[in-house]
């Protein structure tokens, strides 16, 4: 399922780059139904920055994506890739043990709009389930784009307090 999400910030797309690629933004976010990240990975190879977290999802799992996962936990690595330099840069993520099952991915360019930035994010997400894929991700996408509304919020509140 395709997706989209646009958030502005009132800052240059520099230091919003800045702000992404602090590993400590996501560490301090409250997401619902997902326990506090995990860093996996954190580097920088020149103006690129690469974020890789974990997370679990810790809400209420439906009970054929239970049966589905045969008893696992629901983890998935989290990867932001972004040159600091263009604005330019991925989103993925993959279910651990099962990425041809759970996985996603988007473009994302920070563009310089006035004095400030808009972040796009273009996308798909893919649950490869037979029969139930499609209903999986109409049920995936709208939360997924509420935690990146939240994480935008919470790139807004460092932005203020530089």
């Not at 954190?42 to 049966?67: C, M």
């Not at 920070?110 to 209903?135: C, F, N, S």
């Not at 994480?151 to 807004?156: I, M, P, T």
């Amino acid at each position: 399922m395709r997706f989209h999400a646009e958030h502005r910030f009132d800052a240059p797309p520099g230091a919003v780059a800045a702000v992404l690629g602090e590993p400590e933004l996501y560490l301090a976010l409250r997401l619902p139904d997902v326990d506090p990240a995990e860093l996996v990975e954190h580097r920088t190879d020149g103006t690129v920055v690469t974020v890789v977290l974990r997370y679990r999802f810790a809400g209420h799992l439906d009970p054929i994506a239970a049966r589905l996962l045969g008893g696992r936990q629901l983890t998935w690595l989290q990867e932001l890739r972004i040159d600091a330099s263009t604005g330019a840069g991925t989103l993925t993520m993959a279910a651990e043990g099962g990425a041809r099952l759970l996985h996603s991915s988007a473009v994302l360019l920070l563009a310089a709009d006035g004095a400030g930035t808009v972040r796009h994010l273009d996308g798909e997400l893919v649950v490869g389930v037979p029969g139930i894929g499609r209903m999986a991700e109409r049920r995936i996408v709208p939360g997924l784009l509420g935690r990146l509304d939240i994480e935008a919020e919470a790139v807004r509140c460092r932005l203020r307090e530089r």
